[in-house]
C-alpha cells in the first residue's frame, strides 16, 4: 500500500513537470515563427495566412490547453493527491481532467502534424522581396512537439492508473482492516 502511494505522490510531480513542459513549449511556439508575421505582397500571401490564420488559432488553442493543464496542477492540490489516497469524488474529476488533458494532447499532436504538412508546402522563394534573404523552413520546434505532447498522453495514462490503483488498494485495506477488527470483536464477545 504504501509503495502504491509513495508512486502517486511521485506520479504527481511527474504530471506538474510535464504540465509545466507543455507550457513553456506552447510559449516557445507561439515565439518560434514570428518572422513571418507582417507580410505584405501578394506573393507571400499563402505565407501571410498561413501565420494569421492557422498558425495563430493553434497557438491560442494549445495555450489554453495548457493553462488548463496548469489549472489541473493546482485542482490536484486543492484535492490533496500529493499528500492522500483519492477519495471516490477526487478520483472521478481528476480522471475526468485526466480524459480531457488526453483529449488536448490528442488534438494538439494531430493539428501539429497538419501544420507541419501546411508549412512544408509554404513556397518561401519571394520572402527576399520583404528583406528576409535566405529564410530556410525550420521543423525542429514540431518534432518536439510530437515529443512533448506523446510524453504527455503517457504521463496522464499512468498518473490515471496509478490513482485507480492507489484508491483501489487503500479501498481493499480498508475492509481488510474492518473485517480483521470485526473478527477480534466477535472474539471478545464469545469469551
Not at 54 to 72: D, E, S
Request: glycine residues 6%; aromatic residues 18%.
Amino acid at each position: 500500500m504504501e509503495r502504491v502511494f509513495k508512486t502517486q505522490k511521485i506520479m504527481a510531480w511527474v504530471y506538474t513537470a510535464a504540465a509545466l513542459l507543455v507550457f513553456l513549449y506552447t510559449l516557445i511556439f507561439m515565439t518560434e515563427y514570428k518572422d513571418l508575421f507582417g507580410l505584405k505582397l501578394s506573393q507571400n500571401s499563402q505565407i501571410s495566412f498561413f501565420h494569421d490564420s492557422v498558425l495563430q488559432t493553434f497557438n491560442r488553442q494549445i495555450f489554453a490547453l495548457a493553462l488548463a493543464g496548469i489549472v489541473m496542477v493546482a485542482v490536484s492540490f486543492f484535492l490533496e493527491l500529493f499528500s492522500k489516497v483519492p477519495d471516490r469524488f477526487a478520483l472521478f474529476v481528476f480522471l475526468l481532467l485526466l480524459v480531457f488533458c488526453i483529449g488536448g494532447s490528442v488534438y494538439a499532436f494531430s493539428n501539429i502534424q497538419a501544420i507541419e504538412s501546411f508549412y512544408q508546402g509554404l513556397d518561401f522563394q519571394y520572402l527576399y522581396l520583404e528583406g528576409m534573404d535566405g529564410y530556410e523552413p525550420h521543423f525542429t520546434t514540431f518534432r518536439i512537439g510530437y515529443c512533448i505532447y506523446a510524453v504527455q498522453i503517457l504521463v496522464c495514462v499512468a498518473y490515471g492508473a496509478v490513482l485507480l490503483l492507489s484508491h483501489t488498494q487503500f479501498v481493499k485495506w480498508l475492509r481488510k482492516t474492518a473485517g480483521s477488527e470485526d473478527g477480534v470483536e466477535k472474539e471478545k464477545r464469545s469469551a
